[in-house]
């Protein structure tokens, strides 16, 4: 295990979002006290959690866009990742699109609340919910059995996703939205997509 932790502590999109955490926790710790800190650090987990679940299936498998912009930036942030699950640049979100996309919620928590420390717990919220994101998805692609049943499951889960249909399961930390909104299945019951390993339904030599 402790190779693997190394491996994940050292990636630079994950060192960048360990000093902004740590960063935002020396912000509110000395407000630990005030029960509104913990709401506004809960409601920033909340959100991420949420939008685990919507970015990953309207936007990361949305149908292939025609501008090669954006066409380009999707490969990254996911096509390429369904053609080559386990390599390990592509199993992290990087910064360049993690930081932007914390720029609306944060203007939204701060005009909500027109509080800064307010607006860090929340920020740190969201942080923390990412971070346990990306360990969550790091060890599913990696040789690494969770400690917990619960890990183990969601493990499994995950790569029914990229093994054996990628129009169910798109949660990755937790179900939750998978069952409140219909792409929950049973694994039986579910056939095995052709284009599971390739969102483009494009041959790849390497699959």
């Not at 926790?25 to 987990?45: D, N, R």
């Not at 299936?57 to 386990?86: A, G, Q, S, W």
């Not at 509080?115 to 929340?122: E, G, H, M």
């Not at 579910?190 to 599971?196: I, L, P």
Request: charged fraction near 15%; hydrophobic fraction near 45%; charge should be neutral.
């Amino acid at each position: 295990m402790r190779p693997y932790i190394k491996e994940f502590f050292t990636h630079f999109d994950i060192c960048v979002m360990c000093v902004l955490l740590v960063a935002g926790w020396t912000v509110i710790l000395p407000h630990a006290s005030e029960g509104t800190i913990w709401l506004a650090l809960i409601m920033g987990m909340a959100g991420y959690a949420l939008s685990e679940y919507m970015i990953h299936r309207f936007l990361f498998h949305m149908k292939p866009p025609e501008h090669p912009l954006l066409l380009t930036m999707l490969r990254r942030l996911h096509y390429d990742h369904h053609i080559y699950p386990n390599e390990l640049h592509l199993l992290f979100l990087p910064v360049w699109y993690s930081l932007p996309v914390m720029v609306g919620p944060v203007l939204i928590a701060y005009l909500v609340t027109r509080d800064t420390v307010l607006t860090i717990a929340f920020v740190t919220g969201v942080i923390s919910f990412l971070l346990y994101y990306e360990w969550t998805h790091f060890v599913a692609h990696r040789p690494i059995k969770p400690i917990t049943p619960w890990g183990r499951w969601m493990k499994k889960v995950h790569l029914w996703h990229h093994y054996k249909s990628e129009h169910y399961w798109y949660g990755v930390t937790n179900p939750l939205f998978d069952v409140m909104l219909g792409t929950f299945r049973d694994e039986q019951q579910v056939e095995k997509s052709e284009t599971a390993r390739n969102l483009e339904g494009k041959a790849d030599s390497r699959l």
